[in-house]
């Protein structure tokens, strides 16, 4: 057996291994050891080592692929299921794919070199979150490419430039999206004066639009519709059905962000003491909150008949292999607009697990709870916080109004 082909062997053996491991379906687990060993094979005869592959020769590849076949070229359900196949051996290969590509121009390397400071010091002195550092990151580099075009710098950028680099980000977006970029801007600018990079604070000089306080109002649904879809989510006993109904009694009954079921780990549930330990992701508290009978019963049930086994401590996984957990809060939106769609509720507005938490607050309200209570139950750090839910109240804020005097008209 000559050299290349045991180096076959043994990535053809490590993918094998690797499905196994993770738990794949069957059907994975006979198709993808199948597009590999073709893949290494057109490897073997051009000479080239797995090592050595570039994205470029993965994608020539997938394009020539099947052409030589009497029946036709692969169909694109096909094609993509190379696709994955390969990008998982290159995963095991390289440890990441597709590769980071290095900066190669001087103005690229500067760029880079600027955002990566940007980002020590938010880490470092301004202890923000790794989200919020992630979205100002992003932001510094489109400003710097966005100036780049136009033959500017960050050194000679003037509030005319600025104005018109938010007028361009600003053209689709409503007047609170532009004041968290106009906020975003700011933080950015004032690194860029700190650091040498700006001879100018230009920090102040920009303007966005004015956001009064309490000024929008927080989208909700009715209760008859959180029951519904319950109900219907209930009636689904798969894997993936037990789990989304266990999130969904959870932000139902707590409130709780997308980012904090995410974050809930096997740890976090006092099964003895009847506890729900909960880290909030806003403000980086820890509450305590009581396990109530319908969220234990249904994270009892997901965990037992639901939820994959796996070494990962994370409550919530992926309902299919690999099994890891939620990579995000986006997954928890999905699971949430998913799911009122299939029982034919659109809200308008804002959607996601902000929906049900907003739905949970308002129930509260209406059944008493004071402000403070609510406050804590949801996380709020001040009661200004919770006083956003008062909006959408009115029946209850009717019932308390004041009697006008005698003689005294509206």
Not at 140 to 164: C, N, P, Q, S, Y
Not at 244 to 269: F, H, K
Not at 355 to 366: F, G, I, K, Q, T
Request: aromatic share 6%; charged share 25%.
């Amino acid at each position: 057996m000559s050299r290349s082909e045991s180096q076959c062997d043994v990535w053809l053996s490590r993918v094998r291994e690797h499905l196994q491991e993770e738990c794949y379906s069957r059907g994975v687990v006979r198709n993808y050891p199948i597009a590999v060993r073709r893949f290494l094979r057109h490897l073997k005869q051009r000479g080239q080592a797995v090592e050595s592959v570039a994205p470029d020769d993965v994608e020539h590849y997938l394009a020539t692929l099947g052409a030589e076949r009497r029946c036709g070229p692969f169909t694109d359900g096909t094609r993509h299921r190379h696709r994955a196949a390969i990008r998982m051996l290159l995963r095991l290969v390289h440890g990441e794919w597709p590769p980071v590509v290095a900066p190669t121009t001087a103005h690229a390397i500067a760029a880079r070199a600027m955002v990566v400071e940007l980002d020590a010091w938010m880490k470092d002195l301004r202890g923000l979150s790794p989200s919020t550092r992630r979205h100002r990151r992003a932001e510094a580099f489109r400003l710097i490419e966005w100036l780049h075009e136009r033959g500017k710098t960050i050194g000679t950028v003037t509030v005319a430039d600025l104005d018109a680099y938010i007028a361009w980000r600003g053209a689709s977006m409503r007047r609170t999206s532009i004041a968290d970029l106009v906020a975003t801007l700011r933080s950015v600018l004032r690194y860029l004066h700190d650091s040498g990079h700006l001879p100018f604070d230009l920090a102040m000089a920009i303007k966005g639009p004015k956001i009064y306080a309490l000024e929008a109002i927080p989208s909700t649904i009715r209760p008859e519709d959180v029951r519904r879809a319950l109900e219907a989510l209930e009636r689904d006993r798969s894997p993936r059905g037990l789990r989304d109904y266990a999130i969904w009694t959870l932000l139902a009954t707590y409130g709780l962000r997308a980012g904090e079921i995410v974050g809930l780990r096997l740890s976090d549930i006092d099964w003895r003491h009847e506890r729900l330990r909960i880290r909030h992701t806003k403000t980086g508290a820890l509450s305590t909150l009581p396990l109530l009978r319908g969220p234990a019963d249904a994270l009892f049930d997901y965990l037992r008949h639901g939820r994959p086994t796996t070494t990962d401590r994370a409550v919530f996984l992926r309902s299919q292999a690999p099994y890891r957990a939620l990579c995000n809060s986006t997954s928890v939106y999905g699971i949430v607009t998913r799911r009122l769609a299939a029982v034919g509720v659109f809200p308008t507005g804002k959607r996601g697990a902000h929906v049900l938490r907003h739905s949970r607050a308002v129930s509260l309200l209406h059944g008493g709870v004071p402000l403070k209570i609510i406050g804590d139950i949801l996380g709020h750090r001040a009661e200004c916080s919770t006083a956003a839910y008062l909006k959408l109240a009115a029946d209850d804020l009717r019932s308390v109004a004041l009697d006008l005097p005698a003689g005294v008209t509206p």
